[in-house]
């Protein structure tokens, strides 16, 4: 597609179970991004990939979260044992490699999490 | 460390004025500026960056912004706005390697 894609849209899901996100970033895209914005926030870095490794992973709040790029093009981040607390939209972006810190992110619409 | 302040979370202006969306920033060697814009149900979208050069940077939609190493600012300005400007807006900087730091947003507002 022309642009970063994510799914689901909206997620509603009780406290206590798992959850998946999905993100398909935009063609040739090397680097991939995972972001958290809460309500009247900014989005909060959570975990880079550059191909298929995660690079940087060092704001994932903790061990219930993880997120996976095992081709080294869509990702997906998993929350076990969701809580409250992690209701937020959850934004995926994609960048070209190689533009370090000038990098222009390009992001996705997002994927709302209510947990109930 | 660095970080990023939006000191107004709401602007109103009217359409036709110039507008300014104030971001000032904190970080350890040359600074990465960024501002993004949201729409309502939409995904953030770049509007433009500094990296070096000109301090007078243009972006989309005839925003530009200006980079103040003295004051540490990088606020967003536009000379005439549109009431289809009124969205969200992020200032960011780049972070390390690897990521953007992102300010709180500022929601403007154009009023007819």
């Known amino acids: 597609g022309a642009g970063v894609s994510q799914t689901p849209s909206n997620k509603v899901t009780e406290k206590g179970k798992y959850v998946e996100l999905r993100c398909d970033p935009i063609s040739g895209h090397t680097a991939l991004y995972w972001y958290r914005q809460s309500l009247g926030q900014g989005p909060e870095f959570l975990i880079y990939f550059q191909g298929t490794g995660a690079a940087d992973d060092s704001g994932l709040p903790n061990d219930r979260f993880f997120a996976v790029r095992p081709e080294g093009s869509v990702s997906t981040l998993k929350i076990q044992r969701t809580e409250r607390g992690d209701s937020a939209v959850y934004l995926c972006?994609?960048?070209?490699?190689?533009?370090?810190?000038?990098?222009?992110?390009?992001f996705g619409e997002g994927s709302r999490l209510t947990v109930l | 460390a660095q970080s990023v302040a939006q000191p107004e979370d709401q602007v109103n202006v009217a359409e036709g004025n110039p507008l300014t969306v104030k971001c000032t920033y904190s970080?350890?060697?040359?600074?990465?500026l960024f501002w993004y814009v949201q729409y309502p149900n939409r995904g953030l979208q770049f509007l433009l960056k500094y990296i070096t050069g000109d301090n007078l940077v243009k972006g989309s939609y005839g925003f530009e912004a200006e980079f103040n190493k003295s004051q540490t600012s990088f606020h967003l300005k536009k000379p005439s706005a549109l009431v289809s400007d009124s969205a969200l807006y992020f200032c960011a900087v780049g972070a390390g390697a690897n990521n953007l730091f992102f300010g709180t947003g500022t929601r403007l507002t154009v009023i007819p």
């Open positions: 972006a994609s960048s070209l490699m190689g533009q370090g810190r000038s990098r222009e992110l390009f």
């Open positions: 970080v350890s060697g040359n600074p990465y």
